[in-house]
């Protein structure tokens, strides 16, 4: 079939880009306003296609100053977009542990220490330390809550309504078509296949879109970005080794719940240092929750699961949520590099938005408006080509698209972050130190830190339980693990000291009920298995398994054979397992050896 435009995935950087676009395509009168290449009398043919299968797929909370998604819809009401709600307060809190099994350096003990010394004169409640001063480039005032599943939705419809474009939700693309260099179009996924791919009875083989442009909004972990990547490679000195999976429920609040809509809670400092958290309170007492596990957690249990129960656990949080009810929950990968995981922006044949592109910002903490403004950027360079009916060459999409994007505040505020967060590598309180350097300097000082690939961050067991848990019971505990077919981390936490969590069957539930219970997972058959363990033998020597551990939805188990297993029927699509391997793809050392494809399904709720 042959397009105009072809997008690849429906997040906010698709939705930045197509909005903008369609009101440029039609006249009022529905007569073109430009013409299509490939249907000669009508405007041109846009086509989006979404892995997920509905377009209000999402994972994340969302506070965002807004100020790309306000300049498309000036008069934007937010009462107009579910759950969405004005920014009202915001605290950052320091979280002490409140129980001893939190794994702290001797900076972050001492640091504890100092607080609870002088907890008489600082405002301390509830085992948090409210900081006093936010600063600016965190702070989001006048900005908004967001439910990233509601604003998909609302901006999906109202692009359906208007149809100037097309939006193909459940609808996976497999690859991008490169000739000569040049990308000019896309393969959609092959149907009626077995796990393996092959073809069975009602084999529909991926249908080719051949288009002039194909624009690659894929997110974090992307199969047709991580394929153009391994095509094209990176820019010099851009890699993308900073990452995190960030889990997040949203919940109903108790009725005596005290926070008021439009409050933003940020924590640091528990349940473990690494790990941040964030509580956004939408109108109707409905909240949004989470945590992050970064890839710099010096740590082979990272489990994004139970560490979000033990946070919403904490006293702090949990005489707000106490009582409450779990509506939605779900994982996905951030990628963490920012302006410095930026890979070619385009080629000929094609251009590259949103988080895929390196936009999202991690000082600021933000990625959607900047993701939308990336995409609005790229269709106001699409408009002035097609005007001008100049090609989509690499030379005019770098005139047209890049620079504009060069020109504005996504840039300018990436440079600044670039290397906010290296400290990060040497610890939390010299991550802070050097977050607080670049955000004072504008990026202009930061620490001079050499970013480590994911797989130099991780101890071993033994090094990690060095002085808890003795070597022989770890090993012992590991074993036990493996041959009943689970991850080995929540024995180990509760040998480490960390309580049972009290399941109460509304709010705190097993991770097989928030499977049920926080959405629907979905895993059509008819699609080959989308991660693949590409070099088995290396999987069976690798001593961490760390995949399993990781593992968003408990899809990987330990194999019987030393690979482990993969249950798609329970994978949620979050990404972590790619870049959570420490093992370096043999050809090269900036991947690890699962791929990471297109594929159908996963967990959708629209309220994440
Ligand atoms: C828990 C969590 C909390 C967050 N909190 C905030 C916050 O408070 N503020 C903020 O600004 N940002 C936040 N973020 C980051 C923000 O969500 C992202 O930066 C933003 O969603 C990026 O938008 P995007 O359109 O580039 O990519 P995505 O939102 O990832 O969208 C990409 C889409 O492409 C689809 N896709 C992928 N591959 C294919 C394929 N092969 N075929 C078809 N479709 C495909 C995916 O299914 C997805 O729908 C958070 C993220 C997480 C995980
Ligand atoms: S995918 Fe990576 S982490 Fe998982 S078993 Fe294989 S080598 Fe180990
Ligand atoms: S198998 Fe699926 S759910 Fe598990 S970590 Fe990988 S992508 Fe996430």
Request: glycine share 12%.
């Amino acid at each position: 079939m042959d397009v105009d435009i072809v997008c690849v995935g429906f997040g906010p950087a698709a939705g930045g880009f197509l909005t903008t676009l369609g009101r440029e395509l039609v006249n009022p009168d529905g007569t073109p306003k430009l013409e299509s290449a490939v249907v000669p009398g009508m405007p041109p043919q846009v086509i989006c296609y979404e892995r997920a299968d509905d377009i209000g797929f999402g994972v994340s909370g969302v506070v965002t100053r807004a100020r790309g998604i306000r300049q498309t819809f000036p008069d934007l009401d937010p009462s107009q977009i579910p759950l969405a709600t004005p920014v009202k307060h915001e605290k950052v809190l320091y979280l002490l542990d409140p129980i001893g099994a939190s794994r702290r350096s001797a900076a972050v003990r001492v640091a504890d220490k100092l607080i609870r010394a002088f907890k008489w004169a600082l405002p301390i409640e509830e085992e948090a330390l409210e900081l006093p001063y936010i600063p600016p480039y965190l702070r989001k005032e006048d900005g908004l809550l967001l439910s990233i599943g509601q604003f998909n939705q609302w901006v999906g419809s109202r692009l359906m309504t208007e149809g100037t474009v097309q939006l193909w939700p459940g609808t996976p693309v497999a690859k991008p078509l490169i000739e000569n260099d040049r990308v000019v179009g896309v393969r959609l996924l092959d149907q009626g296949t077995d796990k393996q791919g092959h073809p069975e009875a009602g084999y529909t083989p991926g249908m080719d879109i051949r288009a002039a442009l194909t624009v690659v909004a894929d997110g974090p972990v992307g199969a047709v970005g991580r394929q153009l990547d391994e095509r094209f490679g990176m820019p010099e000195d851009h890699h993308r080794r900073d990452w995190a999976v960030g889990m997040k429920m949203v919940v109903n609040l108790p009725e005596d719940c005290a926070l008021e809509p439009g409050t933003v809670l940020h924590t640091l400092g528990y349940p473990e240092p690494e790990i941040f958290g964030f509580l956004y309170v939408y109108p109707d007492r409905v909240a949004s929750l989470g945590i992050f596990v970064p890839s710099w957690f010096d740590s082979p249990i990272r489990t994004a699961y139970r560490y979000l129960q033990h946070w919403m656990l904490h006293p702090y949080m949990w005489r707000y949520l106490q009582g409450g009810t779990l509506r939605s929950w779900g994982a996905k990968t951030l990628q963490e590099s920012g302006r410095r995981g930026e890979p070619h922006l385009v080629g000929n044949g094609y251009a590259r938005i949103g988080e895929g592109s390196g936009s999202t910002n991690v000082l600021t903490g933000s990625g959607v408006d900047e993701a939308w403004t990336t995409g609005a950027q790229l269709a106001e360079a699409v408009i002035e080509l097609l005007k001008a009916r100049k090609a989509f060459t690499q030379e005019n999409l770098e005139a047209a698209y890049v620079k504009r994007r060069r020109g504005s505040w996504v840039e300018s505020e990436g440079r600044i972050a670039e290397k906010a967060r290296d400290g990060f590598q040497r610890g939390v309180m010299t991550g802070l130190i050097g977050m607080a350097i670049a955000g004072a300097t504008k990026g202009r000082l930061s620490l001079p830190v050499k970013l480590r690939e994911p797989s130099e961050h991780l101890p071993g067991f033994d090094a990690y339980y060095n002085g808890r848990i003795p070597p022989a019971e770890v090993a012992s505990i590991r074993r036990q693990c493996a041959a009943a077919g689970t991850s080995a981390h929540s024995a180990l936490m509760d040998r480490a000291g960390w309580p049972a969590i009290p399941h109460d069957g509304k709010l705190l539930v097993s991770h097989q009920d928030a499977l049920l219970m926080g959405g629907k997972v979905q895993a059509p058959a008819g699609y080959a298995d989308h991660i693949n363990f590409l070099y088995p033998q290396l999987c069976e020597a690798c001593g961490s398994r760390i995949c399993i551990e990781i593992c968003s939805g408990q899809a990987l188990t330990p194999g019987t054979s030393g690979v482990p297993s993969f249950d798609r029927e329970k994978c949620i699509h979050c990404g972590a397992c790619v870049w959570n391997c420490p093992t370096s793809h043999p050809e090269d050392p900036e991947r690890s050896v699962i791929e990471f494809c297109a594929g159908a399904g996963g967990l959708h709720s629209a309220e994440n």
